[in-house]
Nanobody, 123 residues
Framework: QVQLVESGGGLVQAGGSLRLSCAAS????????MGWFRQAPGKKREFVTA????????YYADSVKGRFTISRDNAKNMVYLQMNSLKPEDTAVYYC????????????????WGQGTQVTVSS
């Protein structure tokens, strides 16, 4: 079992930055690929970024490439999402997820999900 708790969300102006954190409990954290997904009001949950268990492989949605960076600290059981140059369309609830060790853009590859943290970007 893995429990995930996100933090770091909030209100920011367009062009600003936020850093989300995801704290994971449970054993063998490094065996899990980690992903960030988001869901905007009235829309389906979508893939944002993922990182392999080793941290050597990362994946990004086209909409966030060059602006967002995922990282992990296996010693601390933490995953981070650095979000720069934020846009109003980035407004959503952001979810951390744990699953396939290789990391994946598919939601079905993830077995564990956090409760989410709200990110609101004002124009």
């Amino acid at each position: 079992q893995v429990q995930l708790v996100e933090s770091g969300g909030g209100l920011v102006q367009a062009g600003g930055s936020l850093r989300l954190s995801c704290a994971a409990s449970g054993r063998a954290f490094r065996s899990y690929g980690m992903g960030w997904f988001r869901q905007a009001p009235g829309k389906k949950r979508e893939f944002v970024t993922a990182i392999s268990g080793s941290g050597l492989s990362t994946y990004y949605a086209d909409s966030v490439k060059g602006r967002f960076t995922i990282s992990r600290d296996n010693a601390k059981n933490m995953v981070y999402l650095q979000m720069n140059s934020l846009k109003p369309e980035d407004t959503a609830v952001y979810y951390c997820a744990a699953g396939s060790s290789s990391g994946s853009s598919y939601q079905d590859a993830y077995s564990y999900w956090g409760q989410g943290t709200q990110v609101t970007v004002s124009s």
